[in-house]
């Protein structure tokens, strides 16, 4: 079992930058693949980003390739999501998931993967 909080959103212009973290308690993260999330007023969860448990192999859904960047600190349990030049399309629930994956370098990119998810953050980019 692990327990995810996730912080770090906020209000931010467009161009603006954000970080979210994402701090995991209960197993060390070397034994989860973690993933981003984040969901807008009426549509679906889309995938964002993930690493995998071991390895740090990374992947990007095409909105956010090249402006956001997922990394992860096995010390601290915390995952990160560094956000460059926000939009305000990128206005979102944000949500940190994990799930158990023991010494794997699979990403994972679907939401029915992942067992463990945070309550959220929201980022809201102004005009």
């Known amino acids: 079992q692990v327990q995810l909080v996730e912080s770090g959103g906020g209000l931010v212009q467009t161009g603006g930058s954000l970080r979210l973290s994402c701090a995991a308690s209960g197993r060390t993260l070397s034994s989860y693949a973690m993933g981003w999330f984040r969901q807008a007023p009426g549509k679906e969860r889309e995938f964002v980003t993930g690493?995998?448990?071991?390895?740090?192999?990374?992947y990007y859904a095409d909105s956010v390739k090249g402006r956001f960047t997922i990394s992860k600190d096995n010390a601290k349990n915390t995952v990160y999501l560094q956000m460059n030049s926000l939009t305000p399309e990128d206005t979102a629930v944000y949500y940190c998931?994990?799930?158990?994956?023991?010494?794997?370098?699979?990403?994972?990119?679907?939401?029915?993967?992942?067992?463990?998810w945070g309550q959220g953050t929201q980022v809201t980019v102004s005009s």
């Open positions: 690493i995998s448990s071991v390895g740090d192999r990374t």
């Open positions: 998931a994990a799930a158990r994956r023991l010494y794997s370098i699979v990403v994972l990119i679907t939401a029915s993967e992942y067992e463990y």
